[in-house]
C-alpha cells in the first residue's frame, strides 16, 4: 500500500510507502532559530533517516531558509534563520533499474512548511528534482 504518488522530473513514477514527521523546532526551549541550529537539525534529521533505514540508501533534500528579520541586529548566534517547519522521513519506491531485480528503494529526508503527505503536484518541488537513477538502490523480494 502506498501512501502516494510522485511523479519525478525524469518521467519516473514513485511511491510513498512510509512516512515519518516531526516539528523541526519542537522542544527547542531557548535560543532562537539560526544557522548553527539548523545546521545541527539538518545533520540530525539526515543522522535518524540512516538510523532508521541502514540497508537502504538515504537522500538529504538541502531546506530551504528563510531570514525573516533581516531588519532587526543578529543576536548572539546570528540573524534570525528559519527551516521550514516539519522535518520529514520518508521511504519510496519504484521499478527496478536494473530489470533482473523487483524494485528500487529510498530513503528521502527533507523539510516542508505543512504536516501534509506529499502526492501528486502537491508534493514539494525538491522532491520532484530526485536523481532516483543516480541514487536509488535496487531489491529483490
Not at 31 to 44: E, H, L
Not at 74 to 85: H, K, M
Not at 95 to 101: F, Q
Amino acid at each position: 500500500m502506498s501512501l502516494g504518488h510522485i511523479v519525478l522530473s525524469s518521467g519516473r513514477s514513485i511511491r510513498l510507502t512510509e512516512l515519518r514527521m516531526s516539528s523541526t523546532y519542537g522542544g527547542m526551549l531557548e535560543g532562537y532559530p539560526c544557522k548553527r541550529i539548523n545546521d545541527r537539525k539538518v545533520s540530525w534529521l539526515q543522522r535518524q533517516a540512516e538510523h532508521a533505514f541502514p540497508s537502504r540508501p538515504v537522500h538529504l533534500v538541502p531546506p530551504s531558509r528563510e531570514y525573516p528579520d533581516e531588519t532587526e541586529t543578529a543576536g548572539a548566534f546570528g540573524p534570525v534563520e528559519v527551516l521550514p517547519s516539519v522535518a520529514c522521513i520518508g521511504v519510496f519506491d519504484s521499478t527496478a533499474l536494473d530489470p533482473t531485480m523487483d524494485g528500487s528503494s529510498l530513503v528521502v529526508a527533507w523539510f516542508q512548511p505543512a504536516p501534509e503527505v506529499p502526492a501528486g503536484e502537491d508534493a514539494d518541488h525538491a522532491l520532484h528534482g530526485i536523481h532516483w537513477e543516480e541514487l536509488a538502490q535496487d531489491y529483490e523480494l
